[in-house]
């Protein structure tokens, strides 16, 4: 039994919020369950060194934490002076996520910079970030395509969003909270498009290592539960 | 007239809620009008190192802003690797006001932190961080009288408020947003008490310098606002 | 009776010396009693990035301290890695104060930096290194007025200067010393033009608020203080 | 055809050699192929805070890169003032993977520091790293055994290596070199242990996604190769 | 012909003047011409940990410059988040000078640390800053004697001065100023005890390498120019 | 008798090994005993700021040491987030001795970077740096040779070594080990051309000072190791 009673194969309640923040070009309120993180979408027309007159665009994202989004407040990375590998090794997947079903050709010489905050944790907050970033970047790409910058379908090449499983007593589960997450055996997160197709796996043994047969039962959970996240992301951008 | 369309002495909508995160011992979501600042209250069984076995608690600040409160997005701190002068100055201020109406020895040896993150800004952030502040303060002092730790009404000397006034196209006006603020000609901060203290002025002449009398007009204007501000905090802790 | 025998509303004695340093366009050595500040003018043929191309020029200011300077040796901040909170808020203060009284456009294209350098501390360091960081400004476009590059009188649209206050043992008195500074309930700083206009207030409640009164009272006090500050000023530049 | 000509299931030349530091108590210097990284396991009496008290020790991984390891110099991280968040990832990936097969308990109150340094990089530094880190750690456990201060058998719960495996011009190979990495559809990282349990999976899609079957064939060869690579840390270790 | 028209073996005026810090046990203004440096001695009941309970105390020194102590305004050290490679070796020279000649044991468990800042620069900072650090240290240590803490001659094994000689237009010459010192083809730092005995030479061609002849006529000249300023610094301290 | 029954004259045994580096332009693994430091010359098609658009090149060199390189492991300078005040001594001494012999002009507007990156130390490190240093900057300019870019005797003024002697249980000795270094009374280090010349001298009296002539007999015993370090140059340029 889960400490929140949810079947082995149930996501959290999940809510994507658009329209949050009045600056941003495109903005997403994020929930699993008690997990919320602010996804915001910021336009620059300059793109990193490396792509100068390359006509190609980029798709990049920053994650933070508030101190007290946790359980016992952590320090304040601003104030620390600088981000922890965590930290760093959370934005890096997030940007590679969205990179991965951008054209960005079609794009053109621009930047979109995803922040994802994270107000309240309670774990899957990494891939509560890539699921309302994503969100996030299609509402900046229709506010572009109102302007007449881009045209929408051209840049995005699908959907991609992400969940956590995990082997909880022995028993593949799908979505952990911070109560399973902290005392899960094998922790894994995947990313996936709408197509179904794998954008990025990973998988960890807290303690004993893990068998190929249980991995693979993760990823059927995981692929049930992106499935079912792709739906909201439509549902909140109207598309469905 | 006002951008905003206010009359002069008129504050923006004001909103204080308490309980927005599960995690903290006492939280407000303050918005004046478009700005919004989340406050979280932190209480840790420690002091800094001046006042260890000295009997007595301390409070503190901590303030930060989202990349894209604003409306153009900002370095994000953390990653600059460095907190602003201006993030200093204004996270100082709040904690000075917040210590003015504590009494330190009836707080006993713990520090509470108070996190001020501004997650919307549109002028007069850091009033309403420190006037939500206090909220969060007060509400992490009834978190600790409901565990026989404090007597909150012992360790609260009163209440604190802060609002900024300006001179807008030649006349005094109250609670500046941002489209006041960046042309205002003088830009003032009050931080006062219930009781009409005063626990911090802060008068700054962004354009020519201006007289006793002008001062003077601001203040009354500010009186006039924090009385109102006063009202709201103590509706928002069920002590009206 | 304050410690220093002086009656409430005397300065300490004010001494301002001009050609201090064979490097520095602008140079004046400030001392405010015990307080000693060295302030250096440097002339610079570039602007910061948002002034480019705009025919306007800038004034900054930074501050520091000798780490002995103090009664106990402070950690010197180029070892310690950043400047704290209160040397930022002091360096924005003093470019503020001196920005008051520049006419951007008359001095062209050009940057300004004061250097104010607290060589010996005894309370009022910020005031004495606007006081005598005004002077090392106005010395730097005489030197360049010598040169045929600016008019100096269409440059400084007046004087700018400022002084401590203070409720010590319920008295207002002006011009606080440490001794007096370590102890006061309630401490401003105020900067004046050499017309009367107010620049910057800065009051602070250190234990209990104060009043209006109280706070009127203090800016009398200041008014006094700066007029003599600005009449050695003139002095000390020879336009008395 | 591989730029290596090596067949598909064809690991790189693998060499282990211990012994190469006077002053380690474990190090091994382990090529794979061209890919040439340092590992130095040392051994310090004291654990970090979270263990104290806890009779249970730590294994830690710091990794670095040489800055002209690699085909183009990189800046030095010691000169920039801090590590990329490349780096710690990696350091990271290391640190978890090799204390996933040691018993903490067994180890006793100490801590050991397996410092990972590419000397050369051709592609696959971090399993590299994990493979040779393994021999490191061992070595300095064989070290302490002699000195009576534990059983190795008892520390050390398994062997635990590490191989890339990637999808190139379509098809699956094992143990990718920079060539093939740099243009790889697909990259995928292992760590598994001795007895075929999976310690750690990363797989990310660098061009068009990837499916569950391709992911599958990469997970063979994995197994294949990581065979063979705990074949040579038996023989580098004299356990064979 | 010297651009100062000094001869060839003669120092430029050398002034050390005592007691000009209020706050300092120990404290010396230091002028080798138009190079000015503030040295101030501060004591501390407390040494590194690794002189801990070793009856042992230590003598440190840092060093800065005013950022216009130099033809050109510098950046800040404070501002630029760290100190120089110059400014690290120089306050290491200065630290290990002055230790040459202090008994560590009959100082008992304390530090002293002898800030060493640059008020104005023309060459020859560094030895000014040994010559002008002894006199602060003596200073600091007359101070303890007063107060019964030391016998300054037991601490004192003897003067330690240093001083900068160059080979300049092809002749050797001694206390380079700055046009001399930013043309000389050598340069070369001379340390020495009252006594005579060499406690750290450094030498440098800034152009064409120099031979052993050359290098004894700049060790002639040192020792008959740091015999001078030992005769100042003992006229200084009053043991003449 | 020395710790290594080395005759007081006998460099420890030489090495330098070209070639040991895939990427480098010019490499060199030198080893002075158990010293070992690996050294990468790396050729870029730019200058630093001051020398754009000159016509002249720039050599320069960094220093590191692998955290366990010494008998205790130290900690990573990349994550302590900076270079040591001895690292930058170092690596400014390696720079100023590498260019000693280096003409700017023949080299052309480029810029060598040489990475001294100690692998083992055991005394000695910048004296090996330095002079293994040299041969890959040789090899550097045999590859620019071979291209047409330069003509390496133009480049090259002549060789360039060093070696650090002491005084060490009352008698010169050179080329110290660690077991001496960390004993000896006097260290000084040597940097001289092929030709005789000296380039720079570094001596330190660890314990008490130290005589003219105690210096002369360490420079003895310096000119006749550089004469055999120079040799072994040669021959591990294919010079000899």
């Not at 490396?50 to 946790?70: I, Q």
């Not at 079903?101 to 509560?128: H, K, N, S, W």
């Not at 498009?193 to 693979?216: C, K, M, N, Y």
Request: charge should be negative.
């Amino acid at each position: 039994m889960r400490p929140s009673k949810r079947p082995a194969d149930a996501l959290r309640e999940v809510s994507l919020e658009t329209g949050v923040n009045r600056h941003a070009e495109g903005s997403c309120l994020v929930k699993f369950g008690e997990t919320h993180v602010l996804c915001l979408a910021s336009l620059e027309e300059r793109v990193p060194p490396f792509l100068r007159n390359s006509g190609k665009g980029w798709v990049t994202a920053e994650y933070g934490m508030l101190p007290r989004a946790t359980g016992d407040r952590m320090r304040r990375e601003a104030s620390a002076g600088k981000q922890s590998g965590r930290t760093q090794e959370i934005q890096r997947l997030i940007g590679r996520s969205l990179r991965a079903v951008v054209d960005m050709g079609a794009l053109g010489e621009r930047q979109i910079t995803v922040d994802c905050d994270v107000i309240q944790a309670d774990g899957g907050t990494r891939t509560a970030a890539i699921t309302g970033g994503y969100v996030a970047l299609a509402e900046c790409l229709k506010w572009m395509e109102t302007r007449g910058m881009v045209t929408r379908k051209n840049v995005l090449k699908g959907h991609v969003a992400a969940i956590s499983c995990g082997i909880y007593k022995n028993e593949p589960v799908l979505d952990l909270d911070y109560a399973e997450d902290s005392t899960a055996e094998t922790d894994a997160n995947f990313v996936m498009t709408g197509a179904g197709g794998i954008v990025e796996i990973q998988g960890t043994a807290e303690g004993a290592p893990f068998s190929q047969d249980e991995f693979l039962k993760l990823l059927d959970l995981a692929r049930k539960g992106i499935g079912e996240l792709v739906e909201a992301q439509a549902k909140a951008l109207g598309d469905a």
